[in-house]
């Protein structure tokens, strides 16, 4: 326990270094002039400019607008990756089709095919969502059946000589068993939608935070740009925390042994 | 039910070259038996019972059970195996339940029932426990009681003390050889210690290393609750010790 909260003292103590040494060089350079101050945005400013847009609803509004795209995108992928995953994990024909397929595609940069994605579908919702949607895609595909793969043949073996049948084995055993490589999954493709839906944002939006943070430099707003970026980290390290929770909760038979 | 193994060999293909890890086995375990498989590590005990099971095919001959070929792992034989294998998800009491529950038995039955085997292997008291929160010999307990639970009327065991501090594999021995005088089920159990053979079977089978033959058959003419100081017992288990180290020796040479 107290192991716990001394990690937690370094945690925070780091956090505070670089945002004094933030405020050090930013008002440094105000006092001293090295270069143009507003090409060096302070904390005060940043914290000046997210209130502001806090008040005024257009932070809200650009969050939802993102968060909706990440959401919809990456719950296409998500089932997607979860049927497919399972069905080529269990299925020796299907994934010797795929395999090939997808070790060509996964090293292509998903950003390269950004704009086809604007061709394609144009500059509205869609081209963002199926952009997600393909980016997040592949990793977590890769990931799910690959967690499906790594459950131990004993256990099935175990259940079969309980009398458990091939739906039962999926839904009883393959299933829990890989649960938790499942979630893990998931989370990384989360963040990593998190991670692109800028760069979707950054070409013809017209709302979301990518938006904003284009919008800052188009306007000459470097605050609005570091605050942009701010947001999208507070933002994936809430969801983050909020599916290790989830994670903790469901896998609770993993490290319970000091109960 | 009966074991009827007929003329069964199994052969391992590896680098090309194939093996033979079983060869012209005839074996027959009557009803009730409690029939040991013993031999050096490598002679294909493991395979045979894996065979028994139907979690392997033979390259030639068949399995029996009841007079009916066994073509896959099915809930008439119920297997424990060395390395525990419990659903690590599962709590001890959902462990033991997990046969009931495929078959769709009554919520009520099925608490009565876990708890009788819970109740049988000592284990009353960590029903709601995970398996990384147990010890190798209670978790070994919970896969027992998880075979028994589903009542199989063969029980196949496939080296279950194999990975247990000596102290425990006694303990365990002797809570298997008193459950066994309550549910007299049919047993093959695979073993490589002479001791734990003698102790517990009605016929030990003794296997040849690679490929694994029938070499001799001991039937164990002593009492069910048996003291291993016995000299009748010790001369069993010097008589079956003389006739493994041949085999010992022999994949030394």
């Given at each position: 326990?107290?192991?716990?909260?001394?990690?937690?003292?370094?945690?925070?103590?780091?956090?505070?270094?670089?945002?004094?040494?933030?405020?050090?060089?930013?008002?440094?350079?105000?006092?001293?002039?090295?270069?143009?101050?507003?090409?060096?945005?302070?904390?005060?400013?940043?914290?000046?400019?997210?209130?502001?847009?806090?008040?005024?609803?257009?932070?809200?509004?650009?969050?939802?607008?993102?968060?909706?795209?990440?959401?919809?995108?990456?719950?296409?992928?998500?089932?997607?990756?979860?049927?497919?995953?399972?069905?080529?994990?269990?299925?020796?024909?299907?994934?010797?089709?795929?395999?090939?397929?997808?070790?060509?595609?996964?090293?292509?940069?998903?950003?390269?095919?950004?704009?086809?994605?604007?061709?394609?579908?144009?500059?509205?919702?869609?081209?963002?969502?199926?952009?997600?949607?393909?980016?997040?895609?592949?990793?977590?595909?890769?990931?799910?059946?690959?967690?499906?793969?790594?459950?131990?043949?004993?256990?099935?073996?175990?259940?079969?000589?309980?009398?458990?049948?091939?739906?039962?084995?999926?839904?009883?055993?393959?299933?829990?068993?890989?649960?938790?490589?499942?979630?893990?999954?998931?989370?990384?493709?989360?963040?990593?939608?998190?991670?692109?839906?800028?760069?979707?944002?950054?070409?013809?939006?017209?709302?979301?935070?990518?938006?904003?943070?284009?919008?800052?430099?188009?306007?000459?707003?470097?605050?609005?740009?570091?605050?942009?970026?701010?947001?999208?980290?507070?933002?994936?390290?809430?969801?983050?925390?909020?599916?290790?929770?989830?994670?903790?909760?469901?896998?609770?038979?993993?490290?319970?042994?000091?109960? | 039910?009966?074991i009827?193994v007929?003329g069964l060999s199994r052969?391992?293909?590896?680098?090309?070259?194939?093996?033979p890890a079983l060869l012209g086995i005839d074996l027959e375990v009557a009803?009730?038996e409690f029939v040991c498989l013993l031999g050096p590590s490598g002679c294909g005990k493991s395979t045979l019972l894996?065979i028994v099971?139907?979690?392997?095919?033979?390259?030639?001959?068949?399995?029996?059970?009841?007079?009916?070929?066994?073509?896959?792992?099915?809930?008439?034989?119920?297997?424990?195996?060395q390395?525990?294998?419990?659903?690590?998800?599962?709590?001890?009491?959902?462990?033991?339940?997990?046969?009931?529950?495929?078959?769709?038995?009554?919520?009520?039955?099925?608490?009565?029932?876990?708890?009788?085997?819970?109740?049988?292997?000592?284990?009353?008291?960590?029903?709601?426990?995970?398996?990384?929160?147990?010890?190798?010999?209670?978790?070994?307990?919970?896969?027992?009681?998880?075979?028994?639970?589903?009542?199989?009327?063969?029980?196949l065991m496939d080296e279950p003390f194999g990975?247990?501090?000596a102290?425990?594999r006694e303990?365990?021995q002797?809570?298997?050889s008193?459950?066994?005088?309550?549910?007299?089920?049919?047993v093959l159990f695979v073993t490589h210690s002479i001791r734990e053979a003698v102790y517990l079977a009605d016929r030990v089978v003794v296997m040849t290393s690679a490929p694994g033959r029938i070499k001799q058959v001991f039937t164990i003419k002593l009492p069910?609750?048996r003291d291993r100081f016995a000299p009748e017992f010790t001369h069993y288990e010097s008589e079956i010790t003389r006739l493994v180290k041949e085999e010992v020796a022999k994949v030394h040479e």
């Amino acid at each position: 326990m107290s192991r716990d909260t001394g990690g937690r003292r370094a945690r925070a103590l780091a956090l505070l270094g670089v945002l004094v040494g933030w405020a050090v060089v930013a008002y440094g350079n105000r006092a001293f002039g090295v270069m143009a101050p507003a090409l060096l945005p302070t904390p005060g400013e940043v914290v000046a400019i997210f209130l502001d847009s806090l008040r005024d609803g257009s932070l809200p509004r650009h969050v939802a607008t993102s968060l909706a795209r990440v959401a919809i995108g990456f719950g296409f992928a998500a089932t997607a990756a979860l049927a497919l995953g399972l069905v080529a994990a269990l299925c020796v024909p299907v994934r010797l089709m795929l395999e090939p397929i997808i070790e060509f595609v996964r090293p292509i940069p998903p950003l390269a095919f950004l704009p086809m994605f604007l061709v394609w579908f144009g500059l509205g919702e869609s081209s963002k969502i199926a952009f997600i949607g393909y980016t997040t895609f592949f990793p977590m595909f890769v990931a799910i059946a690959a967690a499906v793969l790594r459950v131990d043949v004993t256990l099935l073996r175990a259940a079969a000589s309980l009398g458990a049948d091939r739906v039962a084995l999926i839904r009883r055993v393959i299933v829990p068993a890989a649960l938790p490589g499942i979630i893990v999954a998931l989370r990384l493709g989360f963040a990593l939608a998190l991670f692109v839906i800028v760069g979707a944002e950054f070409m013809g939006a017209d709302a979301g935070l990518g938006n904003l943070i284009m919008e800052g430099r188009t306007f000459f707003v470097p605050a609005q740009i570091v605050m942009g970026a701010l947001v999208l980290g507070l933002l994936g390290s809430i969801v983050n925390a909020c599916l290790l929770a989830v994670e903790r909760r469901l896998f609770r038979w993993r490290e319970s042994a000091a109960t | 039910m009966t074991i009827h193994v007929r003329g069964l060999s199994r052969a391992f293909v590896a680098a090309g070259r194939e093996t033979p890890a079983l060869l012209g086995i005839d074996l027959e375990v009557a009803e009730r038996e409690f029939v040991c498989l013993l031999g050096p590590s490598g002679c294909g005990k493991s395979t045979l019972l894996n065979i028994v099971a139907g979690f392997l095919r033979p390259s030639a001959g068949d399995v029996l059970v009841d007079g009916r070929p066994v073509t896959g792992p099915g809930a008439d034989r119920g297997v424990v195996f060395q390395e525990y294998v419990l659903f690590p998800w599962l709590t001890v009491a959902g462990n033991v339940e997990f046969g009931l529950s495929l078959k769709g038995t009554p919520a009520a039955q099925r608490r009565a029932t876990v708890a009788r085997y819970l109740d049988l292997v000592g284990l009353a008291a960590h029903a709601d426990k995970y398996p990384v929160q147990l010890s190798g010999g209670m978790k070994q307990r919970v896969a027992i009681a998880r075979a028994l639970a589903n009542s199989p009327a063969i029980i196949l065991m496939d080296e279950p003390f194999g990975a247990l501090d000596a102290q425990t594999r006694e303990v365990l021995q002797d809570e298997l050889s008193r459950i066994q005088r309550v549910e007299h089920k049919t047993v093959l159990f695979v073993t490589h210690s002479i001791r734990e053979a003698v102790y517990l079977a009605d016929r030990v089978v003794v296997m040849t290393s690679a490929p694994g033959r029938i070499k001799q058959v001991f039937t164990i003419k002593l009492p069910e609750v048996r003291d291993r100081f016995a000299p009748e017992f010790t001369h069993y288990e010097s008589e079956i010790t003389r006739l493994v180290k041949e085999e010992v020796a022999k994949v030394h040479e």
